[in-house]
């Protein structure tokens, strides 16, 4: 048609949009059994709704990849920063950078936080060096996001849709309640349409777990979770805080609304997580009259699990960071904050902006 040759070997064939069409992807599996050397990736947003739908579409012939925005790393990469990347990587707690650098990578932090890591946004940024167009920019995609839900109408209720996406927005990093989540349907609807938005890859569940052992997902609590968005710039913008706020703060914790500092972390974990696989997140509370504690993040390293406690500015308390510590006998918490790379007793601290050299180091 397009008078193009497809050569076995040598072209990509790119199925864009193929949430669109079902059969297209289930003729997936017959390009791998009858022209096996072709190249195919197949892509669309609201993929997954699509796929189950489909009663088979090629098990053990396709492989799934999870796909998600730009990493810190990456959009330091994208800025042309990459000595002060280097300095980045090859920082610990024993190591730590000059002040001088780790004051120009929290400035470039709190850039990536209100821009976020949608390919086009950034690339947008770089080309422009025009801030406020991202933010228009950032618009568009939300609009777009809203405007696929209604492809799915026949499937769900598309106000209720909605209010729990906005729910999400409001409620993100705190623990979620699904029965405030929309003033329409009944409790299994709300979590239906929670579902979706987790199917689309729009937000994700951390789960409460007690940690008493590994694997953490063992003692998991599935009706007890909090919810992260998936992209910062997003976040911000559909929550309108303030950009000026944003670029004049010394510390985040007056721009903190939404939980975005402690978005930011679960969010880089989620993308040094190997991309063939879902990642799951677990957090760590204690509910006991007079003695409340609670852990931000908790993962495993070593075959130990390590705390990890997000602090929007530089100071503040660890006691929830020491009690999870003496009560599950565990050696070494983490400490993300503004500050610099150190160390308090077996407290290791990181930046926030530096916080997936920890993660990195889990899948290497």
């Not at 017959?30 to 088979?56: D, M, N, T, V």
């Not at 989540?181 to 009944?186: C, E, I, K, L, V």
């Not at 940690?211 to 979770?225: D, R, S, T, W, Y």
């Amino acid at each position: 048609y397009y008078n193009t040759s497809i050569t076995d070997g040598k072209t990509l064939l790119f199925f864009d949009e193929i949430q669109a069409c079902p059969e297209a992807i289930q003729s997936l599996r017959f390009f791998y059994e009858k022209r096996p050397k072709l190249h195919i990736i197949a892509a669309g947003s609201l993929l997954e709704f699509a796929l189950k739908e489909l009663s088979s579409y090629g098990v053990g012939r396709i492989r799934s990849m999870f796909m998600y925005p730009l990493t810190f790393n990456e959009f330091l990469k994208a800025a042309g920063q990459d000595s002060l990347l280097e300095i980045k990587l090859n920082s610990d707690p024993n190591n730590k950078p000059d002040k001088v650098f780790h004051e120009k990578l929290k400035e470039w932090f709190v850039k990536f936080l209100i821009i976020g890591g949608m390919p086009k946004v950034v690339d947008t940024y770089f080309k422009t060096n025009d801030i406020i167009k991202t933010q228009r920019l950032l618009d568009d995609i939300i609009i777009s996001l809203e405007d696929d839900f209604a492809k799915y109408k026949d499937r769900l209720n598309i106000s209720r849709l909605k209010d729990v996406f906005v729910s999400v927005l409001k409620q993100t990093g705190n623990k979620f309640n699904i029965s405030t989540s929309s003033d329409s349907g009944n409790y299994i609807q709300k979590k239906e349409a929670l579902e979706m938005l987790i199917m689309a890859g729009l937000c994700y569940k951390v789960y409460h777990t007690s940690a008493n052992g590994i694997p953490l997902a063992a003692e998991k609590n599935i009706k007890k979770f909090k919810l992260i968005f998936f992209d910062t710039g997003i976040l911000q913008r559909s929550m309108r805080l303030k950009i000026s706020d944003f670029i004049i703060a010394d510390n985040l914790e007056m721009i903190n609304k939404g939980n975005i500092v402690e978005q930011y972390v679960g969010l880089e974990y989620i993308k040094t997580c190997h991309s063939f696989t879902k990642p799951e997140l677990f957090y760590w509370k204690r509910e006991k009259r007079g003695s409340n504690a609670e852990v931000d993040y908790l993962i495993v390293k070593d075959n130990k699990i390590v705390p990890i406690e997000v602090k929007s500015g530089i100071k503040g308390k660890m006691q929830s960071l020491f009690m999870f510590l003496q009560l599950k006998k565990q050696q070494t918490g983490i400490r993300a904050s503004l500050e610099n790379f150190g160390s308090y007793d077996n407290i290791m601290v990181y930046p926030i902006y530096a916080i997936d050299n920890i993660f990195s180091k889990i899948y290497e």
